[in-house]
């Protein structure tokens, strides 16, 4: 309280009592405001907006409020559910960041956050991740040409690719290791021959694997059985076999 005194030049006074409230009224300072981010979506292709209030109150003061007494709110709240995105469209979501002061001054910014796709596609057929497909593609020769050669159709094995965003990545044929081209035969003299497959998600990431392929042989199983049988150590026999 302030006491405010006139006085005449014959001494007569008269007084009153000025009320004098001083208040904060200054907001808290954020500065920098949180820096925009891009972050990647999860194995369901949505985003989670992320707690931005800790680096908000790190960057923040006030003229009255120590730091630590600072509070922060964001709107949308920390793990927010994004998406999911539509055929891999990033998504940008305006964080608002609030600082206020204990006399609720408040300072508030926006941080842009971008969600997009940053996960390639998989092959469930590679069960182990090693961008080998696990299982072996065998094919036998039947009959047995010159070359011991086997018509494929890779349309038969061309393994199936998965994502979190793309339901039906494309695959397409990368090369083979004997050199060849997508459906000419497979020779024994080659085999194993590896095949090269892409999968393309629609964001564009991509991930190779490869499948082997092997030629076999017929295998040609004789069971003999000598009747009488006979001792080894004292007679020789020679037995001859033809394929008809
Ligand atoms: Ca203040
Ligand atoms: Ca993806
Ligand atoms: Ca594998």
Redesign the pocket.
Known sequence: DVTVCIRDECGNETCCVVKVTFK?????VIDPCPPDRTLPVDENCEGHVPDLCPEALAAAT????PQDELTCTQDPLAGTVVGPLVDCQPITVDVTVCVR?K?D?ETCCVVHVTFEDQTPPDFPGDADKDDVIDEVVSKYVPPANEDCCVAVDPDDFKPEAGDNCDPAPAVEFCGRSDGKGYDEPVCLSDSPVTFCWKATDCAGLEREVSQIVEVMGIKLIVDIQLQPAVSAASFTRCIHFGLF
């Open positions: 904060d009224e200054t907001p808290p006030d003229n009255c409020t002061d006399c001054n």
